[in-house]
């Protein structure tokens, strides 16, 4: 689950790391009093989405002239004009896609004397099982841009847990960012902070681009992402009052509400599957014989009927969706209860795109028996290989 900055940053100033004061604004007629509330004598105005890339990003309806999501103003007066402009409109990054997010709320705070813009980041290392650093002195850019060009000025190194955090790892950072005197000891306290942050709160991925440093040689985290684990939701109440379902898929939302994993892709196939591990190779197969998933739906080793249509309704109101394979190896999950899904579905929201089932395992000749007398004009596979190349090709034909 992702958070909006603002949070983000209430969330950093409640562990004592130093951000900029702020408010957000919901409605247009409330800008000029919030940011009245803010000494100046800048403004910065950000417009909040789930996204990076908001300052370089553009509104579709955008007026001539106008800049992206992130804008400076120097007086209360101009700083909620601006915040009027973004209001209600859509802000399309690099991280939206085409179709860009809706700006539902903005967030003005005051601006900063910047000196120098760094980089840091916190995230889960998969390889080592642990939470790693990762710093570089290419503040504001795009850290993928940075590895690719200039791999040299980044740093990264995991913590052990044995440890934890200690102050050695701060000044690590500290030198590999060339900070010196008073910043070495604001590093290393910062660094503390954050990390403990990220622990209380099971943190996924914690990043601050920019960290600067200001004219007065403080740092200061000047923008803030945060996601956490999903999983772990059930021991933060806090953190789950936080959650904005404006800004999530709203077929991964209903998905979430039957405990269904479930990604939406940018492909024409959908796939339902039971088992991570067979959902990513039904995927890559289908990409094989030359077609694109249009999501990953694992519905998991206990689901019912019920979860079953619900998947199956969830993949069929996709309007990318020209074709969708059923891929089901039963172990705990049963066949038969996979068909009756498949069967309900079907009657109840139609079928207006080519179905290629497959069933093997647990109870599998009554799920092909529920299948091949419920009249349906579905297309029988007998392995994954055979699945795949029929549904692209009864796609593609």
Known sequence: MNIHEYQAKALLRSYGAPVSEGHVVTRAEEAKTIAGELDGPLWVVKAQIHAGGRGKGRFLEAEAGEKGGVRIAKSVGEAAEEARKMLGRTLV??????????????????????????????????????????????GGMDIEEVAANTPDRILSFSVDPVTGYQPWHGRRIAFALGLEGQQVKQCVRLMGQLYKCFIEKDCEMLEINPLIVTQAGDLKCLDAKMGFDSNALYRHDDILALRDETEEDPKELQASKYDLNYIALDG???????????????????????????????????ATREKVTEAFKIITSDPNVKGILVNIFGGIMRCDVIAEGVVAAVKEVGLQVPLVVRLEGTNVEKGKDIINNSGLDVIAADNLSDAAEKIVKAVKG
């Open 93 to 138: 990054t690099h991280q939206t896609g085409p179709a860009g997010k809706q700006v539902g709320r903005v967030y003005i705070e005051d601006g900063s004397d910047i000196a120098r813009e760094l980089y840091l980041a916190l995230l889960v290392d998969r390889q080592s099982s642990r939470i790693a650093f990762v710093c570089s002195t290419e």
């Open 268 to 302: 024409e196939i959908g796939c339902m599957v039971n088992g991570a591990g067979l959902a990513m190779a039904t995927m890559d197969i289908i990409k094989l014989y030359g077609s694109e998933p249009a999501n990953f739906l694992d519905v998991g080793g206990g």
